[in-house]
């Protein structure tokens, strides 16, 4: 997709007759931050972007006399009139869908480490190397089940593996997809594919899977039943392209319908659970990277917090920070954290890690036999 782009600027180029600075690796850098731009969408931005360079050399132009020659062979565009010029200049496919580039790195993820290298291998290789799928004669994943108990860092996880793989990133919030109105929700499900094709590379994260694609025939209004065929004819529709990736994330794998779960779908799991003693760490370092501490031992406190997923970590070291502040001292110390504790309490339980386990036991074969009970996930 760069490629054609860059193409697509070499000809507005020539076209627009403008003095490029380091042509080709301005071209190469402009075409990989131009996502979802249309040859029409080219043509605006460099007819911006050479305004952008005009105004820089109108002190030097007298209105009523006609330019110099040796002015108009030093009038170049710079990239960085391009980057003021993509500001004002949005992609066509952009402007009826929320549409974003992610700045989520790896690095801001904490734990997981087994779940950010399997994400690595289904989304970012296949989207920034689908050559090396095609030369070992296999075709990647074309849809990702993230499932695990709330607050394990699902949300974050689909953001940084766009942002790393250059990718677009489409949220859809799975309650927010359902309408009353008869046709709506599957008219949304239909211009969502629509548009990831349109701005691809793209990722289209579902978020709250199961709230659209619950077992057939457990709503009395059929809405999720019309939803689920619609995404289902969608997912079977990405079989021929390569650069449109499903993301889907669940706290309740058990309820969502089988269909879904099978190759050419949502073929690959990924179970995100509750870290250990060293990922807790890391995630503690992530969230006071820029907080002022003192005598605070971050393994120590990952010890106490055994259970504790990502959410409850971020709001354990916001509440530290917070005691810190009503006491108007510049320094978060590890009493802070301790008194924190006792208010911030661990998401996942014991049983509620146990039932997890048994739905991850079940998915290892592919979609689970039948609905796991659900006495310990009585919430979303």
């Given at each position: 997709?760069?490629?054609?782009?860059?193409?697509?600027?070499?000809?507005?180029?020539?076209?627009?007759?403008?003095?490029?600075?380091?042509?080709?690796?301005?071209?190469?850098?402009?075409?990989?931050?131009?996502?979802?731009?249309?040859?029409?969408?080219?043509?605006?931005?460099?007819?911006?972007?050479?305004?952008?360079?005009?105004?820089?050399?109108?002190?030097?132009?007298?209105?009523?006399?006609?330019?110099?020659?040796?002015?108009?062979?030093?009038?170049?565009?710079?990239?960085?009139?391009?980057?003021?010029?993509?500001?004002?200049?949005?992609?066509?496919?952009?402007?009826?869908?929320?549409?974003?580039?992610?700045?989520?790195?790896?690095?801001?993820?904490?734990?997981?480490?087994?779940?950010?290298?399997?994400?690595?291998?289904?989304?970012?290789?296949?989207?920034?190397?689908?050559?090396?799928?095609?030369?070992?004669?296999?075709?990647?994943?074309?849809?990702?089940?993230?499932?695990?108990?709330?607050?394990?860092?699902?949300?974050?996880?689909?953001?940084?593996?766009?942002?790393?793989?250059?990718?677009?990133?489409?949220?859809?919030?799975?309650?927010?997809?359902?309408?009353?109105?008869?046709?709506?929700?599957?008219?949304?499900?239909?211009?969502?594919?629509?548009?990831?094709?349109?701005?691809?590379?793209?990722?289209?994260?579902?978020?709250?899977?199961?709230?659209?694609?619950?077992?057939?025939?457990?709503?009395?209004?059929?809405?999720?039943?019309?939803?689920?065929?619609?995404?289902?004819?969608?997912?079977?529709?990405?079989?021929?392209?390569?650069?449109?990736?499903?993301?889907?994330?669940?706290?309740?794998?058990?309820?969502?319908?089988?269909?879904?779960?099978?190759?050419?779908?949502?073929?690959r799991l990924v179970y995100a659970g509750v870290t250990t003693k060293l990922g807790r760490e890391e995630i503690?370092?992530?969230?006071?990277?820029?907080?002022?501490?003192?005598?605070?031992?971050?393994?120590?406190?990952?010890?106490?917090?055994?259970?504790?997923?990502?959410?409850?970590?971020?709001?354990?070291?916001?509440?530290?920070?917070?005691?810190?502040?009503?006491?108007?001292?510049?320094?978060?110390?590890?009493?802070?954290?301790?008194?924190?504790?006792?208010?911030?309490?661990?998401?996942?339980?014991?049983?509620?890690?146990?039932?997890?386990?048994?739905?991850?036991?079940?998915?290892?074969?592919?979609?689970?036999?039948?609905?796991?009970?659900?006495?310990?996930?009585?919430?979303?």
């Amino acid at each position: 997709m760069g490629d054609d782009r860059t193409r697509d600027l070499k000809v507005k180029e020539e076209g627009d007759d403008l003095n490029l600075y380091d042509t080709d690796m301005l071209l190469r850098a402009i075409a990989e931050g131009t996502y979802g731009f249309v040859g029409a969408d080219l043509s605006a931005l460099t007819r911006e972007a050479a305004m952008k360079a005009l105004r820089r050399y109108l002190p030097k132009i007298n209105l009523n006399e006609e330019i110099p020659a040796e002015l108009l062979d030093e009038m170049i565009v710079l990239r960085a009139d391009f980057e003021e010029a993509m500001r004002e200049i949005e992609p066509s496919a952009m402007r009826e869908v929320i549409v974003e580039i992610p700045h989520v790195t790896w690095d801001d993820v904490g734990g997981l480490d087994a779940v950010r290298q399997e994400l690595k291998e289904v989304i970012e290789w296949p989207l920034k190397n689908p050559q090396k799928f095609e030369r070992m004669g296999i075709t990647p994943p074309r849809g990702i089940l993230l499932y695990g108990p709330p607050g394990t860092g699902k949300t974050l996880l689909a953001k940084a593996a766009a942002n790393e793989s250059n990718a677009n990133f489409i949220s859809v919030s799975g309650p927010q997809l359902l309408s009353k109105w008869l046709g709506d929700s599957e008219k949304a499900i239909r211009e969502t594919f629509k548009k990831a094709k349109q701005v691809a590379p793209a990722i289209i994260f579902f978020d709250e899977l199961d709230a659209i694609a619950p077992y057939r025939g457990t709503d009395s209004s059929r809405v999720t039943d019309r939803v689920l065929n619609q995404l289902l004819t969608e997912m079977d529709g990405l079989q021929t392209l390569r650069d449109v990736i499903v993301v889907a994330a669940t706290n309740r794998p058990d309820i969502v319908d089988p269909a879904l779960i099978r190759s050419g779908r949502f073929d690959r799991l990924v179970y995100a659970g509750v870290t250990t003693k060293l990922g807790r760490e890391e995630i503690l370092r992530i969230h006071t990277r820029k907080m002022p501490l003192s005598g605070v031992n971050l393994s120590e406190l990952a010890e106490m917090t055994d259970g504790y997923v990502g959410s409850d970590l971020e709001a354990l070291c916001r509440e530290s920070a917070m005691l810190a502040m009503r006491e108007g001292i510049e320094y978060v110390e590890l009493r802070h954290f301790e008194e924190a504790i006792q208010k911030i309490r661990p998401t996942v339980s014991p049983d509620l890690t146990d039932h997890y386990q048994r739905v991850q036991e079940k998915f290892k074969g592919g979609s689970p036999a039948k609905k796991e009970s659900s006495s310990y996930i009585g919430y979303r």
